[in-house]
């Protein structure tokens, strides 16, 4: 068991935390057809967008209610009306997923009524299904705001369960914030390999993978289909990955009927493991060749990896799933995690992170709590890469954003496939700091007076290239 | 919002060295140039934004942002403005309001709190703090927090309001200046004052570019006190009142500056461009000759003419070897429409062809420059929607286009070369240096075989591939 500690100052310094309206976006981005709308000042999209356009490098369609100072006094309803008409008549989405901000809810309208009245009087919104999600900036981060967008889709378009039981079977899938293009792709493949189709909720490896469209389409391209989304309740099984994902998948069994498991993570032998293992017994089939072979492939790249994670001290940061996900996988290779922050205090399970201590802070408690650790490797998004260079060690970037390389949604983390290749860039990000040894190395044979900090200092310092 | 806020606002829209308000009639003038934005189709930053784009070159101070997380959170270390020395503004500090923050109204003691901790741990020459929607919502006093700071703690701390829901990026920038006008500038005294000291105003030392310009200000012995804000440090715009001369760059985003400062000190200012080789001989020529009106040595100007001569044979000279794959090669220019005559005059000095430049933020006087660079209004657009931009350009009627990363993607998805000129590049253009990049930077897109490459087609598209025989007969 972790302690966990709330490093709650007056001054953040280095935000590890997304917003939740942004966390709200993505999801509603995995939509077919869909167009994200931020009720709130035009700055609040602004910053959204850049900051997802840099991550996914993909032309994303974010709109705003453009508050400005009167509709902040006297209510935002004319400008959420006029936004819904608008966007509908310029973009034509089949689907609009209204996030709220800090600003509209400090003022505490009642959007629901008002999104009602809005349908009802206005025909032209006949053909878009419109879902709002409450995510005030101030409240939790990028996994409430996901998670509460999933649920407000459940709740407002997942029809009651009609009995038919589809071919192949199907199996609902709700992904976490911090699933790539590349985990739910493995998912699907997996749960497929078992015979089950699969319905993701929501579904960013069809929306935001980076095809080239023959024609401009200024909505999402690709996402889950609305049409499957009424349907989940035909599902035999909902598997909910991370534990931000247990609210809507205990609403879409409480609403359909169907059974749901939440697992904590898909990163590790472990929990990639007990994934297939559900999807087995979901399915009453035994596992194929293929995903046999994936193992063993991951057996092997633990064996030659792990040289270069026993003993080796590590920092990470990042919202808690993905926190959690990550320093189980560091501490089943051998990993000291000596720096844990978790961007927000949202979670149950803080104190089950393979950690001695959770501190909830920002990037400068991570930056001050790896120097005081003498971490050898940072693992946190791109925004890490400051305190990295003032460490002077390497930069594992995981979660969001990742604007400094490419490829962030092609990079997977889950699976017996995510995990290998995760040891693979872990070793090889070690391999590439690592010095040859020279005398130096050793000038102290005989050593001075013995020091227990010394010898730690000594033993960390000197790795060899094999 | 208080009434301090609302009739700086009123004051900075009546900016009497503005042209486009001095074209206005009364009526009009009273309505302020913000246009109201649409909801459902609006883009582009706030005034809070803006005024952080505009202050954060100050290196060395800190920047505390007052509000919610998304303001900072969403938004932090997202350009590349350098510093040659401190690199406090890079950090991003907020006091991250909670829900009990605002339901017991902690906020200002929030605030004050985190003040302390920023200079107890950074020792700051100076903390900007700014304002942002639902502080100023629920009426946190900025001002009054950082009066009590600056008295309790003896480090200046500055009230930037400008919360995003007052109006757009461009607003902001302007609030930022007055913020600088009413609590900086002028507040210390410089501790060398030379006859050839130069301010510039609006450049943000983005990429670096500041640093292709002050080498040729070096050499011909004019000093920079100060760039607002680029590579800036607190005390060098604090005491930047001494200087002789101001220069004002980026278009008028921060004229009332320069109106106030000659207004108050007596200091002449220029409009200028450091785009382009003949806008930066031009610059360097009108600086030279206004420090010499006002008791600079005359031999400027003749140090001035010689580096000219110098630095256009040269830049010339390393842009002939691209000029023929580049004359007569079609542009899409679509800025934000600030600088668009800038890049128009570099563009055009090289042969290349402008089809269409977006004017959308430009003013009238920007919008006649265009017109006089292009020979009348035809090529001058307000905005082109996505999709008809996706369109000129999937049907070849450019080669390239130029722009900010907002279309980025639409170009890249219509499989058409494109480059970064906005405030997010990573490339420096500025100076003779900066053209024969540009230069070189457009040849290597427009030359790259990829765009052969991604216009491949694929094999089942071909009428005679196996694959394509295959599904036909399978369907």
């Given at each position: ?24 976006a ?9 167009v ?10 602004s910053?959204a ?7 996914t ?7 705003t ?13 004319d ?20 996030a ?48 509460r967008a ?83 309740g ?10 931000h ?14 059974p ?38 991951l057996?092997d ?13 590590v ?83 995981c ?14 983390t ?37 020091t ?15 | ?98 829900e ?88 210390r005294?410089p ?9 510039i ?8 570019e ?7 200000l ?62 930066t ?25 010689a ?28 800025t ?10 570099a563009?055009?000095?090289i ?17 006649g420059?265009i ?12 905005s082109?929607p ?13 080669d390239i ?6 279309s ?5 998805k ?15 253009f ?24 991604v ?5 089942w598209?071909?009428?005679d591939?196996?694959?394509?025989a ?6």
């Amino acid at each position: 068991m972790a302690e966990l500690v709330n490093a709650r100052k007056a001054l953040m310094t280095n935000p590890l935390k997304s917003s939740a309206p942004l966390g709200a976006a993505l999801a509603y981005l995995g939509i077919a057809g869909a167009v994200p709308l931020l009720h709130g000042a035009q700055g609040c999209t602004s910053f959204a967008l850049v900051l997802t356009v840099r991550h996914t490098r993909e032309a994303i369609p974010l709109q705003t209610t453009a508050l400005d100072e009167v509709a902040t006094i006297m209510g935002g309803a004319d400008n959420l009306e006029q936004a819904l008409v608008n966007l509908t008549k310029r973009m034509k989405p089949r689907f609009i997923g209204i996030a709220t901000t800090a600003l509209v809810e400090t003022r505490g309208e009642d959007m629901e009524g008002d999104l009602r009245l809005i349908l009802a009087r206005r025909p032209e919104l006949a053909g878009v299904r419109v879902v709002l999600a409450h995510t005030p900036d101030y409240h939790g981060g990028l996994e409430d705001g996901w998670s509460r967008a999933v649920a407000a889709i459940i709740e407002t378009i997942v029809e009651p369960a009609d009995g038919a039981a589809p071919l192949p079977p199907q199996v609902n899938l709700l992904p976490g914030v911090h699933q790539t293009a590349a985990d739910i792709e493995w998912m699907v493949e997996t749960a497929q390999a078992f015979g089950l189709a699969a319905v993701v909720l929501p579904d960013v490896s069809q929306s935001l993978d980076g095809t080239v469209p023959a024609q401009y389409v200024a909505t999402t391209l690709g996402g889950t289909a609305l049409e499957d989304i009424v349907r989940m309740g035909r599902a035999r099984h909902t598997i909910a990955i991370g534990e931000h994902m247990r609210a809507p998948a205990e609403l879409l069994s409480a609403r359909t009927g169907v059974p749901a498991t939440v697992l904590r993570s898909l990163t590790g032998l472990g929990p990639a493991d007990e994934f297939v293992a559900l999807l087995s017994e979901i399915s009453g089939r035994p596992a194929p060749a293929g995903l046999r072979r994936q193992r063993s492939q991951l057996l092997d790249a633990m064996l030659d990896g792990h040289f270069q994670f026993g003993g080796r001290r590590v920092a990470i940061g990042a919202d808690p799933d993905l926190l959690f996900a990550l320093s189980g996988f560091f501490a089943a290779l051998g990993a000291d995690i000596v720096a844990a922050v978790a961007a927000t205090a949202n979670a149950p399970h803080l104190a089950a992170c393979a950690a001695k201590r959770v501190v909830v802070g920002d990037l400068m408690d991570l930056e001050d709590l790896a120097r005081a650790g003498g971490a050898e490797l940072l693992v946190t998004h791109s925004h890490g890469r400051q305190a990295a260079e003032r460490l002077h060690i390497p930069l594992l970037r995981c979660g969001f954003p990742v604007f400094d390389r490419l490829g962030a949604l092609h990079r997977g983390t889950a699976g017996y496939r995510g995990t290998r290749d995760l040891i693979f860039e872990v070793a090889n990000t070690v391999l590439a700091g690592m010095h040859t040894h020279g005398p130096d190395d050793f000038a102290s044979a005989i050593p001075p007076p013995f020091t227990a900090d010394q010898e730690k200092h000594h033993a960390g310092a000197s790795p060899v290239a094999h | 919002m208080n009434e301090a806020l609302k009739s700086r606002i009123a004051a900075v829209f009546n900016e009497p060295a503005c042209p486009t308000n001095n074209a206005k009639t009364e009526k009009e003038r009273r309505k302020g140039c913000s246009k109201p934005l649409t909801p459902g189709a609006a883009a582009g930053g706030c005034a809070f934004d803006g005024a952080k784009i505009a202050l954060q070159p100050i290196t060395d101070a800190v920047h505390l942002v007052h509000g919610p997380l998304a303001c900072e959170g969403n938004g932090w270390d997202n350009r590349h403005s350098g510093s040659s020395g401190p690199q406090t503004y890079r950090l991003g500090f907020t006091t991250d309001l909670s829900e009990m923050d605002i339901v017991l109204g902690n906020g200002e003691k929030l605030l004050y709190r985190a003040i302390r901790e920023a200079i107890a741990r950074h020792a700051p020459p100076a903390v900007f703090v700014y304002a942002t929607c639902v502080p100023a919502m629920i009426g946190d006093d900025i001002e009054a927090v950082c009066r009590h700071a600056t008295g309790k703690l003896g480090t200046p701390c500055i009230p930037v309001n400008a919360p995003g829901f007052v109006g757009p990026k461009n607003l902001g920038n302007r609030l930022a200046g007055e913020t600088l006008l009413a609590h900086v500038i002028g507040t210390r005294e410089p501790a060398v004052v030379t006859p050839t000291d130069v301010n510039i105003l609006g450049e943000y030392n983005v990429a670096g570019e500041l640093w292709q310009v002050k080498p040729l200000l070096e050499a011909i012995g004019i000093r920079l006190q100060a760039t607002i804000c680029g590579d800036a440090r607190y005390n060098d715009i604090a005491s930047c009142h001494r200087a002789r001369v101001n220069m004002m760059v980026c278009s008028s985003a921060l004229i009332n500056i320069a109106r106030v400062m000659q207004e108050r000190w007596g200091i002449p200012y220029f409009e200028g461009s450091f785009y382009g080789i003949s806008d930066t001989s031009d610059s360097l020529r009108t600086l030279a000759g206004m420090l010499v009106a006002r008791g600079a040595d005359p031999a400027l100007a003749e140090r001035t003419e010689a580096l000219i001569t110098a630095e256009e044979a040269r830049a010339w000279a390393r842009i002939a070897p691209y000029r023929e794959a580049l004359r007569g090669k079609r542009v899409l220019l679509y800025t934000g429409g600030v600088k668009s005559w800038s890049i128009v005059s570099a563009l055009q000095e090289i042969g290349m062809v402008i089809t269409h430049t977006s004017v959308r933020k430009s003013t009238d006087e920007d919008k006649g420059r265009i017109r006089a660079l292009m020979g009348g209004d035809a090529h001058m657009v307000d905005s082109i929607p996505p999709r008809e931009m996706y369109a000129q350009l999937a049907r070849g009627e450019a080669d390239i286009m130029l722009s900010g990363g907002r279309s980025q993607f639409v170009a890249l998805k219509a499989r058409t070369p494109w480059r970064d000129i906005n405030q997010e590049r990573h490339l420096a253009f500025a100076g003779y240096d900066g053209v024969v990049a540009l230069v070189a930077e457009l040849h290597r897109a427009l030359t790259n075989p990829v765009w052969q490459e991604v216009r491949r087609p694929a094999p089942w598209e071909c009428a005679d591939a196996p694959a394509a025989a295959h599904s036909a007969a399978g369907g």
